[in-house]
């Protein structure tokens, strides 16, 4: 699939070809398949483009059950133009969801009416090529007052395996820590300065299997699940009431559930999977334990309903804190290109918050629009790519003092 026009691998021409060939490479993520690493071909190539554009590269290895091999890698790209220079990193993911029911060709990259169509052109393989470009072009320009990275991430749309390898290993492994981080979603251009997080985690109810010609042998964990929904849904949901400016109010819903094995013996087992909402400033550890409580009082009512929590997902918040000088740069920026210089949140979540958690000022900024990703029909306007190249050239244009104080 996705094989026409594609990977002449000669070098492209212009941003609109680095993005045609990237949205070329069949990149959908298939981690929950048992299939890791699907990036590995598009790397690579943008690890020759980057070399023959004279810039250094690094393969960052994620080791995965033990094996380095099984994951892949993060790819690096820099250029570093003196050693006392901070280091502004640039982040893009390099997967993308699925193609299923899209009414476009996802590998063909069709430029019409002013777009380009394909899975990954807004989500967000644009902000990638505008990142890979801009380097390109600031290079060749001359004159960078700080050393800049870009990160080509792996796996954000299913697991985060590369953003966490980045964050926990990789970055330790580099002589430099970021001043500042820019991490590119689409945005339509304007400055995500802070985000909600996500709790996600499954709860199983236990019950006893029996054949259902006598039920009273058994225990329904069905049965026993409906109370569980029931007493979340009015005794923990309800009291949400967590709130940040930006990005909203605290929300959790149950959105899967799963139980029986037969339709002639009463159910054993039976799993929900949660989705709770964090806004920045709640604590991801103190999610779980809210839920327990909830779940003794049913327990207590219910000497024999056994429901138990599993190790949860945690996707954290992004607080708009902590990264002024930054904003204010995005924000001159954004403004001499025409664009609003206002902050703003998303409900949605992205890589932001982990480099954020380490204390590294870090926004979100890209061209194209969220209401594009993941949709059948998924494209990026030309004039966004093209501004976003032109706002990211002239944030690595500037001095890399992030830091407030003076790192
Ligand atoms: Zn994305």
Known sequence: MG???KRSLAAPGSLVELLQQMISFDTVNRVNEGVPFVEGELAAHLE?????WGLQTARLPIAQNGSLDQAGFNLLVTHEVDQKFPWLLFDSHLDTVTVEGMTIDPFGALVEDGKIYGRGACDTKGTGACML???KSAVEAGGLQANIAILFSVDEEVSRIGVSAFVQHQLASLHWTPSAVIVGEPTTLQMITAHNGTVRWKIETQGR?????????GRSAITDMIKVIGVIEAEYIPKLTAEYPLVGTAQCSINMITGGSLVNVIPEFCTIEVDRRLVPGEDAESILPAVETVLQTLAEENPELNATQQEPHISLALPADGNQVLKARVGTILESFGFSSTAQGAKYGTHASDFAALGIPSLVLG???IDQAHRKDEYIALDQLESGMQVYQALMAQPGDYWSDGR
């Open 367 to 369: 061209p194209g629009d």
């Open 209 to 217: 299997a029996a054949h259902s010609s006598d039920p009273s042998q």
């Open 3 to 5: 094989s026409k026009a």
């Open 133 to 135: 470009w801009a380097l």
């Open 48 to 52: 020759a483009l980057a070399e023959g």
